[in-house]
């Protein structure tokens, strides 16, 4: 199994600023994948982040809002810019393992006050 | 267009009751289907994983079904403990991880 260490584990922050949430993984995977979790809903899918090109967004999710690092295989960054009270959610990093089962960090639960 | 449905969304329980909680989905051209448990705020730990061409899998008080053809799924959780208290997930992977809106389980002492 993987084991993903994401930070921070919770944030209370002011609109308009930006949040950098960050997941390293202890082993090197192609991919990692981006999820939001708004409250009391289920988790969608917002990128996909591939090391060493852009990462793919979802329906919905662009760049300039959820802007996204993959510098190498083991690490990735989601940014949520500009925040307004409806970023408030809970963000979680995932990764799929060589068995096809899928690992989840530990979240990041935002309040955008 | 894949969509993941459990029932029932909310079981309260007492303390050793044995329970099933259902997953559903439309498609069924799926990789394989996954139960994760949620606890609050937190981030998703993986219970079972059973690929599509299994039928079940079993981890000590939990056991999982999948009928593919049917696009169902059960959890099985014997002899329930107030430390199962949380929500549960099932998601389908088929290129995708899709979601379910999972079912919020409280376990009464």
């Known amino acids: 199994s993987a084991v993903i260490s994401q930070k921070p584990s919770r944030d209370i922050c002011q609109r308009g600023t930006s949040l950098t949430i960050q997941c390293q993984v202890d082993?090197?995977?192609?991919?990692m994948f981006w999820y939001r979790q708004q409250p009391g809903q289920s988790l969608t899918l917002i990128a996909t982040?591939?090391?060493?090109?852009?990462?793919?967004?979802e329906s919905g999710f662009v760049i300039d809002k959820f802007p996204i690092s993959r510098p190498n295989l083991t690490f990735s960054t989601l940014t949520v810019s500009n925040m307004s009270p409806e970023d408030s959610s809970i963000y979680l990093c995932s990764l799929i393992g060589v068995n096809t089962e899928a690992f989840f960090g530990q979240g990041t639960r935002l309040t955008v006050v | 267009k894949q969509e993941v449905t459990q029932i029932p969304a909310a079981l309260s329980v007492p303390e050793g009751e044995n329970l099933v909680l259902n997953c559903s989905f439309t498609d069924s051209a799926i990789y394989n289907l996954q139960w994760f448990r949620q606890d609050p705020g937190k981030g998703l730990t993986s219970l079972l994983l059973?690929?599509?061409?299994?039928r079940e899998q079993t981890s000590g008080r939990l056991n999982a079904s999948l009928d593919k053809s049917s696009g169902r799924s059960t959890l099985y959780i014997a002899a329930s403990q107030p430390g199962d208290s949380a929500t549960y997930l099932c998601?389908?992977?088929?290129?995708?991880?899709?979601f379910g809106q999972g079912t919020e389980l409280s376990v009464k002492p």
């Open positions: 082993s090197q995977v192609t991919m």
């Open positions: 998601a389908v992977q088929g290129g995708k991880l899709i």
């Open positions: 059973i690929q599509s061409s299994q």
């Open positions: 982040a591939n090391q060493g090109s852009e990462a793919t967004y």
